[in-house]
């Protein structure tokens, strides 16, 4: 294999490998942005998102019964 084949070989191992974290980290709720060149890719936004934060809601109270009368 040349050295062209074993870079895209590599590129393309490591670009799967981050789509697949970027897709676990977004089912946790954390939110990416795509840097535009890939010299910012060590420095990528990763953010926790409201999904992330928000405590789960309060049930409703049960309802009164009514008096008849």
Not at 26 to 49: M, N, Q, Y
């Amino acid at each position: 294999m040349s050295k062209a084949q074993d870079a895209e070989r590599a590129i393309r191992s490591a670009a799967q490998a981050l789509a697949d974290a970027i897709d676990e980290g977004r089912k946790a709720g954390l939110a990416v942005a795509w840097p535009s060149r890939h010299e910012d890719l060590p420095a990528i936004a990763i953010s926790a998102t409201g999904k992330a934060d928000e405590p789960e809601p309060a049930k409703p109270a049960p309802a009164r019964p009514v008096k008849a009368g």
